[in-house]
């Protein structure tokens, strides 16, 4: 029995290790089974959350779409009510129209009435008056034996005889009652060309202001000992006048062209900081390719306003050039648009070929874009400018007549010659004090330019001046001398002017070379 007992003992070691195998193995189950119940909810928890996230998110977008869609539905409705607004006002104009052009018709209707009356009661008169004249020839027939012929004679010598101070009044009633029409229409028809097309009346100056940053600025543009004033000068033909306005320079020249430039060139300097005499010729030769750029954008813009059809580019760069060019203090390209206008709707009243007189009013002028180059009336180099590129004979025709210096020889040119005075007429629209100043400058550059060896010339200082550049290999110092007395002598041989006029011939001597 003992040593049963002791057996048993010497195996609880043994059984307590397996003993404890076993709980610690059922204690890390049921652990196993706790830590995968927490990740199951944790996840449930995790799911959960995701999916009110979702869920919150979803509802977000939801209120933000409709809002969005709210304030579309808002925009398309005040877009809407705008558009009804304007087709309102459009159909009210439209209505007026129509009730315009209802009310002509109705007048014309009447006039045509009132004609149709007249030449009814005019054949019925006719009828009765060769009645009478068929039964007085059947009876000088019968009485007298007489021949048809010499029946018909005596009768209307008779009748003629008879009625012939009625017959006289009829005609001198029916011609004065014409004339009175015709010339009340002519009226309405000019009165209405001119009240649908009024146009502003622009007169060109002599001087442009240039808009400086600062005083400063000034100084820079004058330069060393004036180097670099005197070289934009010489450049570009104009004045430059630096006075004590503060923050701006003045420009002044008669030439629009040659102050637009000036005005471009500093003002590229001046965005650019570096002025020097060759920054400034850079920037002039930038300016002019700019000016050329604007002088065929202003063509085109003339000939998509009026209606224009498309025409040769050298005649529409020409054309281009009036819009800096005057007449009488008249912008010519501003001028020529006006009469084109008015020269269609007279055209159209007075049932003539509308796009004849459109561009004949439109080119009337376009020999002042380079009268100061070619000899000859502005009319004349005009006609030969449209004959070169091949317009049409009747377009010729039509402009060729505005002054008078060649005959009316369709309707089209009284139409154009009729625009070109209503257009120049108005009160306002021009000056003759400066049309004749800048004649003067003209005749100044010309003269000088007449001279061999003149390289360029420049009247400035308001006329006071001639500035003249020769080219210094085709005359020396002396020869230069000489040439401002003969500039001078010849100025005075043909021009009246007031004052004195200084001729300045200057001769600059230039050495270039590359190194390489």
């Known amino acids: ?15 307590a290790s397996v003993i404890g ?27 959960e959350r995701i999916a009110n996230e979702a869920k919150n998110k979803a509802q977000e977008i939801l ?8 304030k579309i539905l808002d925009d398309t409705k005040k877009d809407q009510e705008v558009r009804q607004a304007q087709l309102l006002r459009i159909e009210k104009m439209l209505e007026r129209k129509e009730g315009e052009i209802d009310q002509s018709k109705k007048q014309v209707e009447d006039e045509k009435k009132t004609i149709k009356q007249k030449g009814e009661d005019l054949l019925v008169l006719k009828n ?34 008879e ?6 009044a009829k005609l001198i009633k029916v011609e004065r009652e014409g004339k009175e029409i015709l010339e009340q229409k002519a009226k309405e028809i000019m009165a209405m060309a001119i009240q649908r097309y009024a146009q502003s009346h622009i007169n060109e100056v002599t001087t442009t202001v240039v808009q400086l940053p600062s005083d400063e600025v000034k100084g820079k543009i004058i330069g060393k000992e004036g180097r670099n004033i005197k070289a934009i000068e010489r450049l570009t033909g104009v004045d430059l006048i630096v006075d004590d306005t503060p923050e701006a320079m003045i420009i002044s020249g008669f030439d629009p062209v040659r102050r637009q430039t000036a005005k471009l060139a500093i003002e590229k300097l001046i965005a650019d900081g570096r002025i020097h005499p060759a920054k400034i010729e850079e920037m002039v030769e930038k300016a002019k390719a700019e000016i050329d750029q604007k002088i065929k954008q202003a063509g085109e813009e003339a000939l998509f306003e009026t209606g224009i059809g498309p025409l040769d580019q050298r005649l529409v760069y020409l054309l281009g050039r ?57 009319v004349e180099i005009g006609r030969k400018i449209l004959q070169k590129f091949s317009v049409d004979e009747k377009v010729i025709l039509a402009m060729q ?62 006329g006071r001046e001639l500035r003249v550049f020769v080219t210094p290999n085709k005359i020396d110092d002396l020869g230069a001398i000489k040439l401002a007395k003969d500039i001078a002598k010849k100025i005075e041989e043909e021009m009246k002017f007031p004052g004195e006029i200084k001729v300045n011939v200057i001769r600059e001597t230039r050495a270039i070379e590359y190194a390489r």
């Open 163 to 168: 009625n012939k101070e009625d017959i006289y």
């Open 401 to 462: 007549s505005h002054h008078e210096e060649y005959p009316y020889a369709t309707l089209e040119a009284r139409i154009v010659q009729a625009a070109d005075a209503i257009s120049a007429a108005r009160p306002g629209a021009r000056r003759d004090t400066v049309e004749f100043y800048l004649k003067r400058l003209e005749d100044l550059e010309r003269i000088a330019g007449s001279f061999e060896a003149v390289e360029k010339s420049y009247a400035i200082q308001a």
């Open 322 to 378: 009036l819009a800096f060019r005057t007449s009488f203090g008249q912008n010519v390209l501003i001028h020529s648009t006006e009469m084109t206008h008015i020269a269609g709707m007279l055209a159209e009243e007075l049932h003539a070929d509308v796009m004849i007189a459109k561009k004949g009013a439109l080119l009337h002028d376009i020999g002042k874009a380079v009268d100061h180059e070619v000899q000859g009336t502005h």
């Open 1 to 15: 029995m003992n040593l049963n007992h002791s057996m048993v003992f010497g195996t609880d070691p043994l059984l």
């Open 21 to 47: 195998i076993l709980i610690g193995a059922f204690i890390g189950y049921l652990m196993r089974q706790v830590i995968a119940k927490q990740q199951i909810n944790s996840a449930e928890i995790k799911a």
């Open 128 to 161: 009765d008056l060769e009645q009478k004249r068929a039964q007085q020839i059947t009876e000088l027939e019968k009485i007298g034996s007489m021949k048809r012929q010499e029946a018909k004679d005596l009768l209307l010598k008779k009748v003629e005889e």
């Open 63 to 70: 209120l933000e779409s409709k809002n969005k869609a709210i």
